[in-house]
């Protein structure tokens, strides 16, 4: 079956520190990728998102490559702002039947960044 | 435009009593998905709907559970009757299924509380 991995939390940094949340995946044939962020008290909002090998997703300062060899699709930024403490989920996208994809999450990563 | 609205965004009510969620998707989007999360379990599917059709279900947790969807505008999620092992955040998603690379679209989610 389909599965998203990513690095366990919390994770703590300063202000303008440099940001890597790990994601890998197990799935059959070629899913779609996305990173979503959920803000306190708010459901989660697409952040960014990449359809095929090698596509780079990009939002906010932030960026994820969808590497297919090493079934990867790690979370970056150079410069965190206490604005992006939230809770990060990686997720792929996989046919399921009947003309629907389902999405498989990751269990998310909490970001606190301190001024 | 509008995004998904939920609906009422807390809910307190007594273990054995029916609970009903609701969630309005966004026009035009085609599926429809009801989430749970909690601090342990964290993003939970319950079931999916593509055009008003439920296509999986193996996510609802026991028959005390039901979801319905009308109309391609409207849809609820009943729990009958609650208990305090119900109490979570529950969210609606919807997206316009074409190829899977189309993002969901969350809600605020309902908070629920079983007492």
Request: glycine share 10%.
């Amino acid at each position: 079956g389909n599965s998203v991995t990513q690095m366990e939390g919390p994770v703590t940094l300063s202000e303008e520190a440099f940001l890597t949340i790990n994601c890998t995946y197990t799935a059959t044939g070629y899913p779609s990728l996305f990173w979503y962020v959920q803000y306190p008290g708010e459901g989660l909002q697409l952040l960014l998102k990449a359809t095929k090998a090698d596509d780079k997703g990009s939002n906010k300062g932030f960026e994820a490559t969808y590497r297919k060899e090493t079934t990867s699709f790690h979370l970056e930024k150079g410069s965190v702002q206490v604005s992006d403490s939230a809770v990060y989920f990686c997720a792929l996208a996989a046919y399921s039947g009947a003309g629907s994809y389902q999405l498989t999450f990751g269990k998310g990563t909490k970001l606190s960044v301190i001024p | 435009d509008a995004g998904v609205i939920q609906s009422p965004r807390h809910e307190v009510t007594e273990m054995g009593q029916e609970v009903t969620l609701r969630c309005k998707p966004i026009s035009g989007h085609n599926s429809l998905f009801w989430y749970r999360q909690t601090m342990m379990r964290g993003l939970e599917l319950l079931i999916y709907f593509n055009n008003n059709v439920p296509i999986d279900d193996s996510g609802m947790p026991e028959d005390r559970f039901s979801a319905k969807m009308p109309n391609a505008s409207f849809s609820t999620l009943k729990i009958q009757p609650s208990e305090p092992r119900d109490s979570a955040v529950y969210f609606c998603a919807s997206s316009f299924q074409e190829g899977g690379n189309q993002p969901q679209h969350f809600g605020d989610g309902t908070r629920l509380s079983i007492l």
